[in-house]
């Protein structure tokens, strides 16, 4: 989602992960990191690891960090109620307009941010046709079957042009 907003272009990013030492957190960190180390004109100038995975953890972090009144011009999430508190935290303080927005996870409760653009964009992927393939290949490996080491699983980028078109499972 960075690359198909900031592209080359400069960037002055704050990340805000999940809770800390978590694989999810580690991994969707390496995986931003390696992208960012692409793109030269990319700065990372904060970045924190919410305990809990909490939305008034990240409220309060980007409450916290809007005040020292450094620049940035991108918020990195990952996960959906971090993007809704950085979104909600530069409204109030008359930033929305001039910083970018993304997470992870679509959800309902998203959806309104989505629309009125104060989150740029989020991932979904559906979390049924997530189980359904676990559990195929399970059952074909558990039958003797060859299966991929690695299954990739598909999502899509939702943005307020699309947003409309996609149901949230969440």
Same mark, same amino acid.
């Given at each position: 989602?960075?690359? $198909?907003?900031?592209?080359?272009?400069?960037?002055?990013?704050?990340?805000?992960?999940?809770?800390? @030492?978590?694989?999810? %957190?580690?991994?969707?960190?390496?995986?931003? &990191?390696?992208? /960012?180390?692409?793109?030269?004109?990319?700065?990372?100038?904060?970045?924190?690891?919410?305990?809990?995975?909490?939305?008034?953890?990240?409220?309060?972090?980007?409450?916290? !960090? +809007?005040?020292?009144?450094?620049?940035?011009? !991108?918020?990195?999430?990952?996960?959906? /109620?971090?993007?809704?508190? /950085? /979104?909600?935290? &530069?409204?109030?303080? @008359? &930033?929305?307009?001039?910083?970018?927005?993304? @997470?992870? =996870? !679509?959800?309902? *409760?998203?959806?309104?941010? +989505?629309?009125?653009?104060?989150?740029?964009?989020?991932?979904?992927?559906?979390? =049924?046709?997530?189980?359904?393939?676990?559990? =195929?290949?399970?059952?074909?490996? &558990?039958?003797? =079957? %060859?299966?991929? *080491?690695?299954?990739?699983? $598909?999502?899509?980028?939702?943005?307020?042009?699309?947003?409309?078109?996609?149901?949230? *499972?969440?």
């Amino acid at each position: 989602m960075a690359e $198909k907003i900031l592209g080359d272009s400069e960037g002055k990013i704050v990340l805000i992960e999940g809770n800390p @030492g978590t694989p999810p %957190q580690r991994m969707r960190r390496q995986g931003f &990191l390696e992208v /960012a180390e692409k793109h030269p004109n990319w700065e990372i100038v904060y970045s924190q690891a919410i305990e809990g995975w909490t939305k008034e953890g990240s409220l309060a972090m980007m409450e916290d !960090f +809007i005040q020292t009144e450094q620049e940035f011009s !991108f918020v990195s999430t990952q996960w959906t /109620a971090a993007a809704i508190a /950085a /979104a909600t935290a &530069l409204e109030e303080a @008359g &930033l929305i307009e001039d910083v970018y927005v993304t @997470g992870i =996870e !679509f959800t309902k *409760e998203s959806t309104p941010f +989505i629309k009125e653009g104060k989150i740029d964009m989020l991932s979904n992927y559906s979390i =049924e046709n997530t189980g359904y393939t676990a559990m =195929e290949i399970a059952a074909k490996y &558990l039958n003797g =079957e %060859q299966v991929p *080491e690695f299954v990739e699983i $598909k999502h899509e980028i939702i943005t307020k042009d699309n947003v409309d078109e996609i149901t949230p *499972e969440l």
